[in-house]
Nanobody
Framework: QVQLVESGGGLVQAGGSLRLSCAAS????????MGWFRQGVGKEREFVAA?????LYADSVKGRFTISRDNAKNEVYLQMNSLKPEDTAVYYC?????????????????WGQGTQVTVSS
């Protein structure tokens, strides 16, 4: 059983920064791909970033967001800089069963409960 718990969301002004954390427990290994997705109100869930042996980013966040992981702590992070109102969403941490760093939600069988990020203009 895999459990993922996100933290670090909140309210921030446009141009500000936030750092999301995801604590993983259970059968998670350093080689498993980990990802961040987000879902705004009335929108589809969308890929944000993934990390395994490589990192992968959505075009909309490239250059502003950085995904990283600490395998010793079983934690994954998403550093978000230069935030925009359109980044407002619930952000979800997800764990895959392999190391492909996929951008497809279907490749991630394990999900956290999400953390709200709100960016005011």
């Amino acid at each position: 059983q895999v459990q993922l718990v996100e933290s670090g969301g909140g309210l921030v002004q446009a141009g500000g920064s936030l750092r999301l954390s995801c604590a993983a427990s259970g059968r998670i290994f350093g080689s498993n791909s980990m990802g961040w997705f987000r879902q705004g109100v009335g929108k589809e869930r969308e890929f944000v970033a993934a990390i395994s042996w490589r990192t992968l980013y959505a075009d909309s966040v490239k250059g502003r967001f950085t995904i990283s992981r600490d395998n010793a702590k079983n934690e994954v992070y998403l550093q978000m800089n230069s935030l925009k109102p359109e980044d407002t969403a619930v952000y979800y941490c997800a764990a895959a069963s392999d190391s492909r760093s996929s951008s497809y939600a279907i490749d991630y069988p394990h999900w956290g409960q999400g953390t709200q990020v709100t960016v005011s203009s």
